[in-house]
């Protein structure tokens, strides 16, 4: 009789530990969904019991946002503010406004929502490119570029000069990514990694204890041109030329744009950002792109920022602050 | 001492008690491993949100370049050298998607088509993220 049932508790112990492995295994694989939304694809990788409906509550964040700050939805916030020329100050809009004037002014008005009407005159927005001549180009930095000179607060809201545009593209991901991180951790997900075409933002222990692992990609070859490893929480965002350009007559123009000659920049081929929050990566690896290197360099050195240039010549440049994030930079 | 510690399987009949042990241990890891995502498995998945939304899985990575119709019209995707795999045209505005060149290791989108082509097959599990 005892030993008929240690057999069966042996085979019980058996089962259990097997079940108990497969079950451990699947606890460590990420739930991984990806949708597209705000013109681009976002991908949620989340480890909790719970992941499938934080993830979607991450999603709905980024419907919100691009609710509000779509360039191209005819009733976003944004686009009726584009349209009208004013914005009531009770909109949901306005902290993201704030923040853009905020990284206007830090950034020394490289970072410029109002360079949408530049993007307009070159036939980003209709996909026909053009060379706008300097004389149109200077009428339009002059007239209606600068965000401190185009958008003006008052006591009832924002006022946009007539004839001007806002594009918000280069901080909403960003935005939207603290928004959705937001709504990750508030359904109790504690382990997340949110990829917005490209800006990243990670945070919390992953189960198998090894740290979020970030490949930067080389827009010349598609390998890998450096790898970044932390536990800590990290926002990490690329700006490039290599995706969203027009061709005219044969040469590549690509979106990001000089402040002061209208015209767009060619300096790099990739600009990636290390920063503490996913609205400041955004925004300032859009700014940093825009600068020449003999500023951009000093800039990111004056700020303490973790920044890696591939320039169009083909030479790598890391921050002082870079060496500490990046590793396995390719050789040039 | 025999009573106070039988034989583990000595009996005539423990080892077919053995073999139905492995035969559900085989069973839960054949189920186990297909229920995993396709990226594990070294497919390649394009997914095209028109309504219904379709999924189409590959195996491995085709000889000949496939079209799909996506919300505006149709797309075509093909592999290349080491399954990596890019957007060879598409019905779109802009060419962003087909601008993004060849990739194996992060996805490929078409906004406006509603395309998304995920090259799995060379994926890295080690990678979590790619930015660009």
Known sequence: MADIRTRIFLAIVVLFIVFVSLTREQAQQPFVESRILMDTLITIRAYSDKAAKAVDLGFAAFAEVEKLASFHLPDSELARLNQRGDLAVESSLTPLLKLSADYYALSEGYFDPSFACLQKAYGFYSGVGRLPEQVELNELLQNFC????????????????????????????????????????????????????????FEGQKPDNTPWRIAVLDPRDKTNLALIESRSPLAISTSGDYERFITVAGVRYGHIMNPHSGRPVDYYSSVTLIASEPIAADALSTAVFAMPPEIAFKWVEERNLPVLFLTATGTIHLSSAGRHYFSQVKTE | MNKLVPPLFAGRHDWLVLAGLLAISLVAWVGHYYDQPVSFRGACKIRIFTDPAQKLVFSGPQAQPIQVNGKIGPATVEWGDGGKIRIVSSACPCKVCVNMGWTDNSSLVCVPNGIIVDPTAAASSEIDAVTR
């Open chain 1, 146 to 201: 600068g965000l401190d000179k185009i958008l003006r607060q008052n006591g009832d809201g924002f006022v946009l000069a007539s004839g001007s545009l806002l594009d918000l593209g280069g901080i909403a991901g960003g935005y939207a990514i603290g928004k959705a991180a937001q709504a990750l951790k508030e359904a109790g997900c504690t382990a997340f990694l949110i990829d917005d075409a490209g800006d990243i933002w």
